[in-house]
Every structure is written in C-alpha cells, then in structure tokens.
C-alpha cells in the first residue's frame, strides 16, 4: 500500500536543476505485536545516522525487491533483507515468533529535506510504502530475511481471518498463588477487574485473557469506541471488513 506524493517532491520530479539526493528510510514497527520501533537507512553498518521527521536512522545494509504489481494482478510479495542485524533486532526476533505481524515502512525523499537542513520538511517524500511481515525467510547471526504482504493481501484474509484479527501476542499477567507476577508480561492491565478467558466476572487466582478484542475492551472500557487506541496487537484497519471478534 502507498500513500500520496506530497506537492514539493511532485515539483522536484519535473525540476531539471534538482540535485539533491534521493534518501530511504525503514521503520520496522513491531508495536503491534509487543515490541518495538526501529528505524534504519540503508547504508554500511556503523555508517553516520541520518535524522528525518524527528527520528534517527542508524545505517545499516538493507535491500528490499518485489514492491512491482505484476500483470496479472498478482498483489506482490517482497522480501526485505537486513544484513549486520543488532543485538537488539535479533532478540525481538527471538521473543515475537519471528516478528510476523510487524508493520514495515518505507519513507523516499530528498537530502536537502532532512533534518538539520535548511529546507527540512518533514511532509515532502514520495508515496510511503506500507507492508506487515508475513513470515521469516532466513536468520543468521548476521541477516535476517523475510517476506512481505500488503495490507490488502490481509484485508482479503489471505492468510488465516483469526491469526490476523483474534489472538493478541501481548503476554498477560501470571497469578502466582499470592499476587499477579508482571516480570514476563507486556500487556499493560493492572487493574483489579478480574475476567476468565471467557469474558465473565472471575476471582484474581483464575483470571486469565482470551486475547480477543472483548477481551481487551472490557479490560480497557474508555477506549470501546476506538479500537485503534487498545494496547492489543489488532489490526483494526483489516476488522473493518468482517471480524469474528465479540462485540
């Protein structure tokens, strides 16, 4: 999925004395699977960072191919691939199954629009290119790879309606026979509302999650009304069209 190309860079196209550099940018949000953001530009690992929207981009080598529609209508399928992976990187790997679910967005624009420059402009880049991880290809101490799909690819429930929509990642709270162990957990719940994994009115030593979007919604009652806005990893955008969820 793209979003529009905004004004100035449609002006830079067509200006023949426009020297400034073209420039990408990667954000890898893993929000909405418990993690979190990284933001890397493609160039030689420890290389200076760039700064662009008020984010900072560290570099390291990073290719992406398939982004072309084919003729057949065929909803393309690329595949990312980071070399020099940090630390960090890989242990997110570890801890979220592989980071299927993550949204990854690519940012285009020119040099003289970056942060720090004398016309920095936060707005002016090309359309942003918009794709969730829909799988891992390969992992090494030093690459990672893996394929991408298109936010319609999961509108059009193209892979299974509940992974996308119904089961949360977050990891809910433990009861340990005396109080709730929070050590492991990333799911922000803390109140003393206690549910069963079906929904109803329980007693702290049986509360549990059923990872659903009830579920978070009686947990989080001041956001019923803005899916969106729930800690959960949802996808409210692909709920809209059909949802198996409880309401």
Known sequence: MTTPTSPKVKRDIQDLSNDSGKISFF???????????????????GGPPVSFAGNTYISLPVTIEGMKWE?????????????????????????????????????????KYLDGMAGADTTAHFPKDVYFINRKIAQSK?????ELKSPV??????????????????????????AFDYSNATCPYTDTDYY???????????????????????????????DDQLPGSFFPGVGQFGSPYRS
């Open 153 to 178: 690819d999961l509108e059009n429930l193209t892979i299974p309606r509940r992974k996308v929509l119904k089961t949360c990642r977050l990891r809910y709270r433990v009861w340990n026979g005396t």
């Open 71 to 111: 003729g057949n209508g065929k909803m393309p399928r690329p595949t990312m691939e980071i070399s020099n992976i940090t630390l960090a990187m890989l242990a997110e790997v570890v801890a979220l199954q592989d980071l299927v679910g993550g949204k990854v967005e690519r940012i285009q624009t020119y040099e």
């Open 142 to 146: 030093q690459l990672l790879k893996f």
């Open 27 to 45: 954000n890898i949000d893993l929000t909405g699977i418990g993690g979190g953001v990284f933001h890397i530009t493609p160039g030689t690992a």
């Open 196 to 226: 069963d994994e079906t929904g109803a009115a329980t007693t702290a030593e049986n509360d549990a999650c059923g990872r659903g979007l009830y579920d978070c919604k009686l947990r989080f009652p001041s956001t019923n009304n803005t």
